[in-house]
């Protein structure tokens, strides 16, 4: 199986992941122009004429790129907003350390941060094209996730569950309504560094179920947190191998526009596998660390043939059929036929 993400993501080549056994080869690239508009008042004018150069002289990276719109998926990367584990831990490092951070809760500016997000999404219409949103099993992220892509104030009496019940992690919110919104899941691949800091442990699922009713939790195979431990912190390659993992299964998904909330340290080291064949600003795009509550939206290519979805956008042309000959065909058609005589 192989992944592409629309940045121009080559499979892993960094000296750190040498060992990294990558079955997705992602593929990350961002569209730009290449026409300078350094008057706009003056209308630009291309020209078709012979040349000649030929394609080898062309540079193929700076060249825009095609793919097939049915190989890939658009991704928008949400951080989580501010916890209360970044404000200590910004004081004082030793602070993640601390049992009191555990399962760290949104901060009242980390709300605020939800706010604008939300109105972003709403101001651009993205709320309007978002199929799903995934979401880290942790309480800053699940709140994060509700706050920008829930719907308004959850009334009683509307025959749906709420995606967070008032109050949840000491937010001092109102409850998130899931009505007219895209299916929310939880999934643990997309979790922060495991081990050794309390604020990345989660807590039971059935802990989560009760405040955040309207989240879809059946793809955690366990209720207790079996994936954090004590005395171990997870490598940043293996937080890599995971986020390609991550990005393979989102080829199962049959939505094409996803909404994921995760976090700093997911984030940087899953793209950080990519962008090695950009321009440097491009690779700077991918692999810089996000702001709390930065969306960037990125393109998923599946270079590989592992998708099976047809397009839907396609017509095949020549309905009803007929002659259809190309003229530059029939002229090669013509010249043949003329060496064969």
């Not at 020209?47 to 825009?64: G, K, Q």
């Not at 992220?141 to 000491?170: C, H, R, W």
Request: charged share 20%; hydrophobic share 35%; aromatic share 8%.
């Amino acid at each position: 199986m192989t992944v592409s993400i629309f940045y121009n993501i080559p499979s892993p080549s960094s000296s750190s992941l040498s060992s990294f056994s990558c079955s997705s080869s992602c593929f990350l690239s961002i569209a730009s122009s290449s026409i300078p508009f350094s008057n706009p008042k003056k209308p630009i004018q291309l020209s078709l004429s012979h040349t000649s150069a030929s394609l080898s002289d062309m540079d193929v990276i700076s060249s825009p790129g095609l793919y097939p719109l049915h190989r890939c998926k658009t991704l928008h990367l949400v951080r989580h907003a501010q916890g209360v584990h970044n404000v200590e831990g910004e004081k004082d490092h030793a602070a993640y350390l601390s049992e009191s951070l555990f399962d760290a809760h949104l901060t009242p500016l980390g709300w605020q941060q939800v706010d604008h997000l939300r109105k972003h999404i709403h101001e651009t219409g993205l709320s309007k094209k978002i199929e799903l949103v995934i979401v880290s099993p942790l309480l800053r992220t699940m709140q994060t996730a509700v706050g920008v892509f829930g719907s308004e104030g959850y009334k009683d009496g509307i025959d749906v569950p709420p995606l967070m019940v008032e109050n949840a992690g000491e937010s001092n919110r109102p409850a998130i309504s899931s009505l007219n919104c895209p299916p929310f899941v939880a999934v643990e691949l997309c979790r922060e560094h495991l081990g050794v800091h309390p604020c990345d442990r989660r807590k039971s699922i059935s802990e989560y179920r009760l405040v955040f009713p309207a989240i879809d939790f059946s793809l955690i195979a366990s209720d207790e947190d079996n994936l954090w431990e004590a005395n171990s912190r997870e490598k940043n390659e293996e937080v890599a191998v995971r986020g390609i993992k991550f990005l393979n299964w989102l080829w199962t998904r049959k939505e094409r526009e996803i909404a994921i909330v995760t976090h700093s340290g997911f984030l940087y080291h899953t793209l950080s596998v990519f962008g090695n064949d950009c321009h440097p600003s491009v690779k700077s795009e991918i692999c810089t660390h996000f702001a709390n509550c930065e969306l960037r939206s990125v393109v998923i290519v599946d270079r590989s043939m592992m998708g099976s979805d047809p397009a839907t956008t396609n017509y095949p042309g020549k309905i009803p059929s007929g002659l259809d000959l190309p003229s530059d065909v029939a002229d090669e058609k013509l010249s043949n036929d003329g060496e064969g005589k």
